[in-house]
């Protein structure tokens, strides 16, 4: 149905509008989702735009070459639960060398006792990533996840990591 709505010309917000409504058409109000929903573009200059709405979804993270981590979009409420929901799209560019990374609420909530990873673990661990290839950070943040706990994870769990390639050697 996403892929569709997209096809038809619809941008991010629309699709998602459309979606939500299509939740609280079913009448299930306990029902609801969180989601990403992004479209990407390279540039001739070796970046690549990204628009992007965070319905509800923890946030996507961006590590610039230097070391940095930022969150790369604003939260905005999640699918299935308000009526007339109004949704935006923001757009960002990434740099040659910057990585994304999109995970779901399984990895950040990850539990050992009262601690968990939480967005500001997710952060730390993608700061050790620098220069790494995007299966090389997706599977570093993994390792750290497991590793978190010892218990075996009690939610799913994705990691998507895209990487910009550099302007000379990526």
Request: some cysteine; overall charge negative; proline content about 6%.
């Amino acid at each position: 149905a996403l892929r569709l709505l997209a096809r038809e010309g619809f941008g991010g917000p629309a699709v998602l509008e459309r979606l939500n409504a299509a939740i609280l058409d079913e009448g299930a109000r306990s029902r609801f989702l969180t989601l990403l929903y992004g479209e990407l573009w390279p540039q001739e200059d070796g970046s690549a735009v990204l628009k992007i709405v965070c319905a509800g979804h923890p946030l996507p993270l961006r590590l610039r070459q230097d070391g940095t981590v930022e969150p790369f979009a604003e939260p905005q409420p999640l699918l299935g639960v308000m009526d007339d929901l109004e949704l935006y799209e923001e757009t960002m560019t990434l740099d040659p060398g910057d990585v994304l990374l999109c995970v779901t609420d399984g990895v950040t909530e990850r539990r050992e006792g009262t601690r968990m990873l939480g967005d500001d673990g997710l952060a730390d661990v993608l700061t050790t990533c620098t220069g790494l290839t995007a299966g090389a950070v997706a599977a570093r943040i993994m390792r750290a996840v497991e590793r978190f706990a010892s218990d075996a994870p009690s939610d799913d769990m994705a990691i998507l990591a895209m990487r910009v390639p550099g302007l000379q050697k990526d």
